[in-house]
């Protein structure tokens, strides 16, 4: 029978305030068994580049990962973010690794293909791209990887990679050897069926159903793409995805995808 | 009998210029077996304090890590030195892994006592204070592990430490398991016997010849640290120390430091 491994993604909101990243540091020891954090930005590389004067490259509306803003949120995601959150784990017991895609080559991009828009330095995961024999022995040795949403290209280039993708790549990169878990923190207490009421969280939703609620446009236009995501992750044998709140992971209230 | 590990530490003036920086990456992969190495900072997060408005807090002459300067270099080196080098040593064909010492805690740091001047966020190595074990786990796994000039103190707190020290505590530390060659690499191909040769370079220096050359003056003063840190690592089991030339570590010229 196959360990279970619990892979976390994390994002904005609990990195942007300390008091809530304590929290969540402390609720993520609580979770026994071999995990796997995630980290997106936060707010702060935003106030960074500003601070340093560096305007925001946009493109109809997308912006765009310049070299200049690559070398900030590298700094950022990779050093403070990630270090900071890695010394705060080690704190609260978590024997944490910090990584960005490049260390071990734990994760090859490809810098995304020009087509309408030149998004610059942006890494897109093709097959293959997760060194799964690195996490498992990483894992096996009782270290909890700590990955932030940086990746390399193998010939010396750092690219910005989204971390939902990066989440959802290691989850299904990891099914073969594990029974992986793959848990979306955010916050909200799950996916609601009435964005006004927090407590009408759904507490499992399959394929079908999540057809039925983007018709019926109960899903709102920002959850979409983390559901396709978390389908396909399905689809490609992660045992479980679930959508919950960064500072109540061990609590009940949450929602579960499942495959049917 | 033991496997040689180098243990190589690169500072300023190869960090701060891409193409040496390239260069050394190619030499450092022609370098067969096992090997580590240490990166201090180089000028760059200088230049990015001031951009931030970051005023130098000085202390009677001697440079203070305050909190805001503390998360400069973190981000500085953990995150764009570290990681750069990281992808370049990956495309040369060495599978580097690029920690801080918070990282599966491998240098555990103490904040350095307040006597007559407080340094503020710096650590200080203990006896102890590196984990031998992950770093001998990493090392047979294939890896080469990247360590830059930041480390924690187990609580949460990270902190800034010379990398020096921290190379020549690693190679200390892994001397029960390797026979340990440790590579202090400069921008001269040694210790010169003559400041103004840079042919002079003395090919052995024991601690005989080595008090003798610092009484009669010929040893400069910034070379006296780095001399007696070298000498105190052999003196604790470290097998071999080198000072070379960052871009020319596969040649002849060098100097090393013996036991007697």
Do not use: W
Not at 42 to 64: C, F, H, N, T, Y
Not at 210 to 226: D, F, N, S
Request: proline fraction near 3%; charged fraction near 20%.
């Amino acid at each position: 029978m196959k360990e279970v491994l619990k892979v976390f993604k994390i994002g904005g909101g609990v990195l942007d305030d300390e008091a809530q990243l304590q929290r969540f540091v402390q609720e993520f020891g609580r979770v026994q068994g071999r995990k796997v954090l995630v980290h997106g930005g936060g707010k702060g590389a935003s106030q960074m580049l500003k601070d340093l004067g560096i305007e925001p490259q946009m493109v109809q509306g997308r912006r765009i990962t310049d070299a200049a803003t690559l070398d900030v949120v590298t700094m950022f995601y990779a050093g403070k973010t990630n270090k900071q959150l890695v010394a705060a784990l080690q704190a609260a017991g978590t024997n944490a690794l910090g990584l960005s895609g490049a260390d071990g080559n734990v994760i090859r991009a490809v810098k995304r293909p020009v087509k309408d828009i030149d998004y610059g330095f942006v890494g897109d995961l093709p097959e293959n791209s997760v060194n799964a024999t690195l996490l498992s022995t990483l894992l096996e040795t009782g270290l909890t990887p700590v990955l932030c949403a940086i990746t390399h290209d193998g010939h010396g280039q750092l690219l910005n990679t989204n971390a939902d993708t990066i989440a959802s790549t290691v989850a299904r990169a990891l099914a073969a050897a594990y029974e992986v878990e793959l848990h979306f923190c955010f916050e909200k207490d799950g996916v609601l069926g009435d964005l006004n009421d927090e407590s009408s969280v759904i507490p499992q939703i399959g394929p079908e159903q999540y057809q039925q609620l983007k018709t019926e446009g109960v899903i709102a236009a920002g959850m979409i793409p983390k559901l396709d995501n978390a389908f396909a992750a399905l689809e490609a044998g992660v045992e479980k995805v679930v959508i919950e709140h960064a500072l109540k992971i061990n609590a009940p209230v949450k929602t579960v995808l499942c495959r049917s």
